[in-house]
Structure formats: structure tokens, C-alpha cells
């Protein structure tokens, strides 16, 4: 990892933090001239982090990936908000994207991202494709400008890691039945409005939230294996949550 940065400065967390609260993306590809070719695309991640697209095979940019798996994917943070659209951290991830089964876990997290989605998802010229990450690069303001290896981008998510079978099911038993909780992890612990807050995913580090098309990460105290720990993660982080002030 190469960077210019002050030391109050975390660049794997905040790129991890792009990463895993980016929505859409500028996807850049390389047409049949070997020219790029950018453009506008919703992305979601896997459990380790790697992003996930849905992309249709009459796009011009899937077209390309098939010819050429090589590619770019622009990301932006929160922070432009205020008028200068330079003021959020980005961060280009690079690669090679590969289409992935239909009924993979990636399916999954991004329909979560995007249920708006679920109405073509199946159509017959759409599919989920999966970025293979070589690298990235964050530029996150003045001085914070750094070029981060994908084994520090991604977290390691082992094929028998609970997680991996039972993310699906504490998500839906999260939003069901501890709605109450979500929303106090968004308002208390993260300073976020209040609003229609649900989880869209559970990974090792920590929580994916979405409230329309507002996304929020919460990262954990400590990397959480098996359900045992995720269960008293969640519950401390909803107590300490009502024992801050609204």
C-alpha cells in the first residue's frame, strides 16, 4: 500500500467504507477500439467486499466485459452533499468482472441494495457479474491520496464461515422482528436522520443499512465469527444505542 497520508487517517477503512456504502458507479470498460468506455451502473458487494453488478447482455459495456474482462469502477462517498461534489472520498476499484450464477449469494445482497430491481432481475438478457479486485485507489481529500492491494480492500470470508449460510436469515430476522434496533444503530450510533432504516447485509466487520436510497455502514467493535458472537454484538450495539441521548 503506497500512500501520502496524516495519521489521525484509517485508508482501509474509509475505502472499505466507499466500498460498502456506494449505490451506483461509473463502470469503465474497454470497447472493440480498445478505447474506455464509461457508464452508469448500480453495484452491490459480496461478504468479502468484491462489487456485484446486474448488467444486461444488450448494454454496451457488457458486451465489451465479455470480449474484455478488464475494468474500472468509479465509487463516491457521502460528503458532496453540500454543493462540491469533490468533497466525498472516491475510490476506483480495478479488475477483471465475470458474469456469476443467477441464483448465487450475490443475488441476494443485491436485490437487498436494490429491490427496485427485482422486476427485470430475471429477465432473460440480465444477469449478476462479480468484480475479480487486483487493486484500488482512494483519494479521499488533500494529503489522504493512497493505492490500496486488494488482500487490504477485501476481508477474508472463509467458504465455512457461518456467515455464509446464515447472513440471509439474521438480516430478514433483524428487519422482522428488531426493526426497532436497526433504526436506533442508524439515528444513535451513526448521527443519521430518522426514516425507514432495514439491514441489507452482515459480513464479518460489520452492517450494510438502506433507508431508500440513503446507505449507512456500521462497523463492529471486533470481527464477529460464529452466531453466538453476532447475536451479543447486536444486542450490546442496540444497548449502547439506548443509552445515548436522542
Known amino acids: 500500500m503506497a500512500s ?4 489521525d487517517f484509517d485508508p482501509i477503512r ?11 458507479g461509473a463502470l469503465a470498460t474497454l ?9 452508469l451502473v448500480t453495484v452491490a458487494t459480496t461478504l468479502a467486499g468484491a462489487p456485484v453488478m446486474l448488467l444486461s447482455q444488450l448494454a454496451v459495456h457488457t458486451r465489451n466485459l465479455l470480449r474484455d474482462p478488464r475494468a474500472s469502477l468509479l465509487l463516491v462517498g457521502p460528503g458532496g452533499e453540500s454543493g462540491d461534489p469533490l468533497a466525498g472520498a472516491r475510490l476506483t476499484v ?4 465475470a458474469a456469476v450464477p443467477s441464483n448465487g449469494p450475490q443475488r441476494r445482497r443485491f436485490l437487498a441494495r436494490h429491490p427496485e430491481a427485482a422486476g427485470y432481475a430475471g429477465f432473460s438478457d440480465f444477469g449478476f457479474y462479480e468484480m475479480a479486485v487486483d487493486g484500488a485507489h482512494l483519494v479521499a481529500g488533500f494529503g489522504r491520496i493512497v493505492t490500496i492491494a486488494a488482500g487490504d480492500l477485501l476481508i477474508e470470508v472463509a467458504p465455512d464461515h457461518p456467515l455464509v449460510e446464515g447472513e440471509a436469515g439474521a438480516v430478514d430476522h433483524m428487519n422482522e ?6 433504526a436506533l444503530y442508524a439515528t444513535r450510533l451513526l448521527g443519521l436522520p430518522a426514516g425507514n432504516w432495514r439491514l441489507t447485509g452482515i459480513d464479518p466487520l460489520g452492517l450494510d443499512m438502506l433507508d431508500g436510497a440513503t446507505a449507512a455502514r456500521l462497523d463492529f467493535p471486533a470481527a464477529i465469527g460464529g452466531p453466538g458472537e453476532l447475536r451479543k454484538t447486536l444486542v450490546a450495539l442496540a444497548q449502547e444505542a439506548r443509552g445515548r441521548a436522542a
Open 31 to 39: 470497447d472493440e477500439r480498445g478505447h474506455p468506455f464509461a457508464s
Open 94 to 97: 480495478s479488475g477483471t468482472v
Open 177 to 182: 422482528d428488531h426493526a426497532d434496533a436497526v
Open 14 to 24: 474509509t475505502a472499505r467504507h466507499v466500498l460498502r456504502q456506494a449505490l451506483t
Open 4 to 7: 501520502s497520508t496524516p495519521n
